[in-house]
Nanobody
Framework: QVEIVESGGGLVQAGESLRLSCVVF????????INWYRQAPGKYREMVATMTSGGHTEYGGSWKDRFIVSGEPVKNTFYLQMNKLNPEDTAVYYC???????????WGQGTQVTVSS
């Protein structure tokens, strides 16, 4: 059974940085995407960043100049480095592992990021 555990969230001030971690337990897939999503109160969940098992990365919005997705696939550990945070980045951040050709995949429980002005 695949289990995903995110960590690294917290309360920071605007302009500061955080690095979120995503550890995948029981990963038996060789082709997959690691996706970071976020959901702010009263808003839809939105895709933040994607990293494929081949190392290709994509970013979902204007934060691409501030956020960096990376990982150590051998350790099944993945990261979202978030720099120059602003209050609009406040949300619960989720890590998702989507095996190739799956429509959904596995989700972590989320980690709260709160940015104060």
């Amino acid at each position: 059974q695949v289990e995903i555990v995110e960590s690294g969230g917290g309360l920071v001030q605007a302009g500061e940085s955080l690095r979120l971690s995503c550890v995948v337990f029981g990963n038996r897939y060789t082709a997959y995407d690691i996706n970071w999503y976020r959901q702010a109160p009263g808003k839809y969940r939105e895709m933040v960043a994607t990293m494929t098992s081949g190392g290709h990365t994509e970013y979902g919005g204007s934060w691409k100049d501030r956020f960096i997705v990376s990982g150590e696939p051998v350790k099944n550990t993945f990261y979202l480095q978030m720099n120059k945070l602003n209050p609009e980045d406040t949300a619960v951040y989720y890590c998702n592992l989507r095996p190739l050709r799956w429509s959904d995949g596995y989700w972590g429980q989320g980690t709260q990021v709160t940015v104060s002005s």
